[in-house]
């Protein structure tokens, strides 16, 4: 059974700098969610997909961070103009929609912004 | 505001002691509960849930937890922890009404030999 995977698992950037990150969730899960975690805190929820449709966006989710999932399978998320307060470990969970739904993390993204 | 609470935010014991994590949370209406373990160069991985029924679930690895609804707690047990239980632990809440998870800061477990 195969986990969620992200790419890259780290990348180093220079402020002002795009950067973009991609998900790719457990097969056939319908439901695709991006978390932020910064040192010493729990991870943070940015935004979710049911399908393509992303349906709901945190107020952490700022003008320069876009995230799409075209076809309802892997997503993206991108960071334009990156700052250093942008470095974290971002998070991609997926799950199938009914029942117990649960969410199930793959193993992160971690951003340096220098 | 919604909120999740973990209490012990560094805890060590020794092999064989008994562990236990608190975890509140702030909400109105109905929750979903979860622990999530984070070990040392791993991803969250999910170790137990709670979505109703009886409040006392049990999880990987001998963990259990019981939902006192009255008191707002989701704690995280287990009678005799491992080195290898070694791990940041996560309590999140779900909600009904949304579909985000609310997670604690964490509690990072050390275990000794």
């Known amino acids: 059974d195969t986990g969620v995977s992200q790419d890259p698992r780290h990348k180093i950037t220079k402020r002002g700098q795009n950067v973009t990150f991609r998900c790719d969730p457990i097969?056939?899960?319908?439901?695709l969610y991006w978390y932020r975690q910064t040192l010493g805190q729990g991870p943070e929820f940015l935004t979710y997909?049911?399908?393509?449709?992303?349906?709901?966006k945190s107020r952490l989710l700022s003008d320069r961070f876009s995230a799409e999932r075209p076809k309802g399978s892997f997503s993206t998320l991108e960071i334009q103009r990156t700052e250093q307060g942008d470095s974290a470990m971002y998070l991609c969970?997926?799950?199938?929609?009914?029942?117990?739904?649960?969410?199930?993390f793959g193993p992160g993204t971690r951003l340096l912004v220098l | 505001a919604q909120s999740v609470s973990q209490h012990n935010h560094h805890v060590i014991l020794s092999e064989a002691a008994s562990l236990e994590l608190g975890c509140n949370y702030s909400?109105?209406?109905?929750?979903?509960l979860f622990w999530y373990v984070q070990y040392p160069g791993q991803h969250l991985q999910l170790l137990l849930k709670?979505?109703?029924?009886?409040?006392l679930v049990k999880g990987i690895k001998g963990f259990e937890a019981e939902f006192i609804k009255s008191k707002f707690s989701f704690n995280l047990r287990k009678p005799s922890v491992q080195w290898s239980d070694t791990a940041e632990y996560f309590c999140?809440?779900?909600?009904?009404?949304?579909?985000?998870?609310?997670f604690g800061k964490g509690t990072s477990l050390l275990v000794t030999p």
């Open positions: 969970a997926s799950s199938l929609v009914g029942g117990e739904e649960t969410q199930y």
């Open positions: 097969s056939e899960h319908n439901r």
């Open positions: 997909f049911q399908n393509e449709a992303q349906l709901e």
């Open positions: 909400y109105g209406g109905t929750v979903n």
């Open positions: 709670y979505f109703s029924g009886d409040p």
């Open positions: 999140a809440v779900g909600s009904n009404s949304g579909y985000a998870l609310n």
